[in-house]
């Protein structure tokens, strides 16, 4: 782990108050100078750290950008998730980068964000708009021990841990829809996009990628997007910590993974079911060249939407566009 990671944790811990060269320098086990060399590069990155020959370090502010170290200093303990986090200014797509680490080797629970994609993709192909700055781009890897077919419960688990996490740090009151939305008033803020490499019965890795549209202002979205798209900025008026909410992101996730890998699958499902739109609604999925309708009534055991059909049968969904008809 870097040194920056200890200074940086240091300077938080600290509160807005001050830590002395020499606490830091014995601590870290590096000499006083070290530290200075850090500190500056770290001021280079628009950290705002405030040096006084008497008192010592400071921290006044912190820039919006994502800083591994920055992101790895906040995340005490977590378990799994973001125990390795890399950041690219740019790249093709995040879910491409973990995908490359996995076949490397790579251990579970690293996390890829990028500042923008140029090739951000939904499911089926779709495209994801990813502008610099504005949004969490990002995507982890996870080999849990799970069939092919129980894949669809780590979408549930990122979902409810979005959720619940994009809930705390605005107060705003996010909705999940089957199988990979988050919406605020009705517009989507948030997908995840869940790929698997599998053999017929154990998922090998899979990499979850999670696209969250943090600042963007209203126009930023192209105009075919506006009415159904909006960013956590546009829905609470206020620009959005992106670092601060990548962390808690994180750490939602790394607790849900715990409960699924516990046994404690039941759990996150209820907590979905409470905040998902999906349930209980009249419901059009497209599969394939196939359109079903009927009831959407529960989650399954393996992740899957149960949907009473119009003839009456109930149907486990594993995939599919949704739409809601009406609220019945
Ligand atoms: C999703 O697909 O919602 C999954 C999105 C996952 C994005 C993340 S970003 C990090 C990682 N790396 C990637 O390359 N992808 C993941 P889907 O349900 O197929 O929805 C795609 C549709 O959402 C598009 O066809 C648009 O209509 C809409 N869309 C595109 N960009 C959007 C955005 N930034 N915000 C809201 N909606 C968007």
């Not at 797509?93 to 500042?115: C, H, M, P, Q």
């Amino acid at each position: 782990m870097s040194m920056d990671v200890d200074i940086l944790r240091a300077l938080r811990r600290a509160g807005g108050g001050s830590v002395s060269g020499a606490e830091l320098s014995q601590s870290l086990g590096v000499s006083r100078a070290a530290i200075w060399a850090r500190v500056q590069d770290l001021r280079a990155l628009g950290y705002d750290i405030e040096a006084s020959p008497h008192q010592g370090y400071r921290m006044l502010s912190t820039p919006d950008l994502l800083h591994a170290d920055d992101l790895l200093s906040r995340l005490e303990s977590i378990r799994v998730i973001g125990r390795d986090i890399r950041v690219f200014q740019e790249t093709t797509s995040t879910n491409d980068v973990i995908e490359k680490l996995a076949r490397d080797g790579v251990k579970e629970g690293v996390v890829v964000f990028a500042e923008a994609q140029t090739k951000g993709r939904g499911r089926l192909g779709r495209k994801w708009i990813s502008p610099p700055g504005k949004g969490l781009w990002f995507s982890l890897l996870l080999r849990p021990a799970l069939r092919p077919e129980e894949a669809t419960r780590l979408t549930i688990v990122a979902a409810t841990a979005l959720r619940r996490a994009i809930a705390n740090a605005t107060q705003l009151r996010p909705e999940i829809k089957w199988p990979n939305d988050i919406l605020i008033n009705g517009k989507k803020t948030a997908g995840i996009l869940t790929e698997m490499h599998a053999e017929p019965d154990q998922v090998k890795h899979l990499v979850i990628g999670i696209g969250v549209d943090v600042n963007l202002e209203a126009e930023e979205f192209p105009p075919e997007l506006r009415q159904i798209a909006t960013s956590l900025r546009a829905e609470t008026g206020e620009a959005v910590d992106r670092p601060e909410l990548a962390c808690r992101i994180l750490k939602e996730l790394d607790a849900e993974y715990e409960r699924l890998n516990a046994g404690r699958f039941s759990e996150v499902a209820d907590e979905w079911e409470e905040h998902c739109t999906t349930i209980g609604r009249q419901v059009s999925i497209r599969l394939g060249e196939r359109q079903l309708r009927g009831r959407a009534e529960a989650l399954g055991e393996d992740g899957a939407l149960l949907v009473r059909s119009e003839h009456g049968r109930l149907e486990p969904v594993i995939g599919g566009d949704v739409t809601l008809e009406k609220l019945t």
